[in-house]
C-alpha cells in the first residue's frame, strides 16, 4: 500500500505545531497502524530527520498507553485501541490525517504525544477503595451478586486511554469518570466512600479543564472497551445523591 | 523509546501544573450546573404541553379561544387575584429560563475552554443531528421567544393592523402572514430538535438512565415528545394558512 499522511508535528509544549506531509510506501495491510508509524520512522532516522513521537506500550489494546486522532476518529474508524487497527482497514493512494487527542486537560508534549496525567489525578482523588492491609480474606467472604459483579467488571475494563475526551465536542472526561464510579460502586467494598469518591472526582475532573457532558455520545461509540452511556448516567445519580447526603 | 530522554525532559516542564483540589463541593460541580439544566427543561416541557392544549383549542373557535384565554387570568378566584395563577407561572418560568440560560453560557464556555486547539479532521460518529444542535438552537430558541413574547404578550403587535386585544383575531391575523408563519414553524421544527435530544439528556443528567433498556426508552421518549410537541403546535399556524381557522 502507498499512503499519504499528514502528522501533527510540534516540537515541545510551548511551540507551535503544525501538519507535515508525508508518503510511505510498500506498507503491508497486515501491519498494525504503529508498525506502519515505526517504518516511517525508521526511515526518517535513516534520513536524518527527528522521528515521530508517538505513545505506545503492550500493543495488544490493554495498556491504555496508544492513542490518536485518525481521520477524525479516535483510534481509527474501528472500535478499538490504535496499536490494534491494522492497515487493511485503510485503503491504497489513502489520505490519513493523523493529530494528538485535542484537549485543554492533556497538553501536547511532543507531536502525538499528549500528557494525561490529569487522568492520574482524577483516580487520586478516588478512584480507589480503602482497604486494612493484612492476611487476605476468604475468597467469597464478601458475596457479590452476579449482575452487579458483571457490570463492575465491564466498567473496570476502562483502560485510560482518554480516547473519550478526544472524541468528546465538550472535551469532557465523564466516560472514563462514570466508568470509575461505576466499577467501584457496583461493589460492596466501594460503598463506604460511594459519597465522598464521586464529589473528589468531578472535583477534580472539572478543575482539570474538562468540559460538561452534553449526552452527545461521541464518548460511547469512540471507546475501546465499548464502555456504554449508562455509566454517565450513574455518575449522574451518584453526584445527584452526594448532593441529597450533603457532600 | 528512542527519545525517552528528550520526553522525560518535556514532561517535567509541566510537572505538578495542576494539584489536585481540596475543599470540594457537590453543588460546585458541572453535574449540578446539569442537574438545574435538566430540571429547568423539564419545567419548560410541562408548560409547553399547557400552552400547546391552549392553542388547540383555536380549532374551537373565536369564543372557546378567547374564553380559555380569560379563564387563564380568572383561574383561581377568588383565592387568587385576576391573573393571579398566570403571574405564578410567569414567575417560575422566568426563573426557570435564567437558570437554564446561565447554566448553558457556563457549560458551552467550559467546552470551549476545555478545547482550545480544534481538529483538523473531526467525524461524528455517535452523534445525531439534534444533539449537536443544542447550543445554537437553544440561541434560536430564545431570540423567538423574545420575538412570540413582543408578538402576542408584552407588545401585542398584529401586523395586519387588526384588533390587538382580541386573542383569536390576532392569532388569525398573525398566521395569515406568511412570514410570520414561517419563523414559527422553523420556531417548532427547531424545538421538535432541542426537545429530542434535550428531554433524554434531561433523563440521563438526573440519572434515570443507568442501564440499555432504561437509556432506549428515554431516547424514544424523547423523539415521540419532541414529535407531539412539534406536530401539535404546527397543527394550529398551517390551518390557519389553510383558511380552516378563520374569523
Known amino acids: 500500500m502507498n499512503l499519504t499522511l499528514k502528522i501533527w508535528r510540534q516540537p515541545d509544549p510551548v511551540s507551535e505545531g503544525a501538519l507535515a506531509t508525508y508518503q510511505v510506501e510498500d506498507i503491508s495491510e497486515d501491519m498494525s497502524f504503529l508498525e506502519m508509524l515505526d517504518v516511517l520512522n525508521e526511515r526518517l532516522n535513516s534520513e536524518g530527520e527527528e522521528p515521530i513521537a508517538f505513545d505506545s506500550d503492550c500493543r495488544e489494546g490493554i495498556c491504555g498507553m496508544c492513542g490518536l486522532m485518525i481521520n477524525g476518529d479516535a483510534h481509527g474508524p474501528l472500535r478499538t485501541t490504535t496499536c490494534q487497527l491494522h492497515m487493511r482497514t485503510f485503503k491504497d493512494g489513502e489520505t490519513i490525517t493523523i493529530e494528538p487527542w485535542r484537549s485543554t486537560a492533556f497538553p501536547v508534549l511532543k507531536d502525538l504525544c499528549v500528557d494525561r496525567r490529569a487522568f492520574d489525578r482524577i483516580i487520586q482523588q478516588g478512584g480507589y477503595v480503602s482497604v486494612n492491609t493484612g492476611a487476605a480474606p476468604d475468597a467469597h467472604a464478601m458475596p457479590v451478586p452476579k449482575a452487579q459483579a458483571d457490570r463492575a467488571f465491564d466498567t473496570a475494563t476502562c483502560i485510560g486511554c482518554g480516547a473519550c475526551v478526544a472524541s468528546c465536542p465538550n472535551g469532557s472526561a465523564s466516560l472514563f469518570l462514570g466508568a470509575k464510579i461505576t466499577h467501584l460502586g457496583e461493589l460492596p467494598q466501594g460503598q463506604a466512600e460511594r459519597d465522598t469518591r464521586v464529589v473528589k472526582m ?18 460511547a461509540a469512540a471507546c475501546p472497551k465499548e464502555i456504554p452511556l449508562d455509566v454517565i448516567s450513574q455518575l449522574n445519580k451518584d453526584l445527584r445523591t452526594a448532593v441529597r447526603h450533603g457532600y | 523509546m528512542r527519545h525517552a530522554g528528550t520526553l522525560t525532559f518535556v514532561a517535567s516542564q509541566t510537572e505538578l501544573a495542576k494539584p489536585l483540589v481540596e475543599q470540594v463541593r457537590s453543588t460546585r460541580s458541572t453535574i449540578a450546573l446539569k442537574i438545574g439544566m435538566a430540571a429547568s427543561g423539564l419545567i419548560f416541557v410541562l408548560f409547553v404541553l399547557l400552552h400547546m392544549y391552549g392553542n388547540l383549542k383555536a380549532f374551537g ?10 379563564h387563564l387570568r380568572t383561574f383561581g378566584e377568588p383565592m387568587l387575584p385576576y391573573g393571579g395563577l398566570l403571574w405564578i407561572v410567569r414567575a417560575v418560568l422566568i426563573v426557570s429560563l435564567v437558570v437554564h440560560v446561565a447554566t448553558a453560557a457556563t457549560l458551552w464556555k467550559r467546552a470551549r475552554r476545555a478545547r482550545r486547539v480544534r481538529y483538523a479532521v473531526k467525524k461524528n460518529t455517535g452523534a445525531t443531528w439534534a444533539s449537536l444542535l443544542m447550543r445554537w438552537g437553544g440561541v434560536t430558541l430564545l431570540l423567538f421567544i423574545i420575538w412570540h413574547l413582543l408578538n402576542f404578550t408584552i407588545g401585542k403587535i398584529n401586523v395586519t393592523g387588526g384588533p390587538t386585544d382580541n386573542p383569536y383575531r390576532l392569532l388569525v391575523d398573525t398566521f395569515d402572514t406568511w412570514w410570520l408563519t414561517l419563523i414559527y414553524l422553523v420556531a417548532m421544527a427547531m424545538l421538535g430538535a432541542h426537545l429530542h435530544h434535550g428531554v433524554w439528556s434531561a433523563c440521563q443528567t438526573l440519572g434515570l438512565t443507568s442501564n440499555a433498556r432504561a437509556r432506549r426508552r428515554a431516547k424514544a421518549f424523547g423523539l415521540v415528545l419532541a414529535l407531539v410537541i412539534t406536530i401539535g403546535f404546527s397543527l394550529v399556524p398551517i390551518f390557519t394558512v389553510f383558511g380552516v381557522i378563520s374569523y
Open chain 2, 61 to 70: 373557535g373565536e369564543h372557546a379561544f378567547n374564553t380559555y384565554a380569560h
Open chain 1, 202 to 219: 468531578v472535583a477534580q475532573h472539572d478543575h482539570e479543564g474538562f468540559g460538561g457532558c452534553t449526552n452527545i455520545g461521541e464518548c
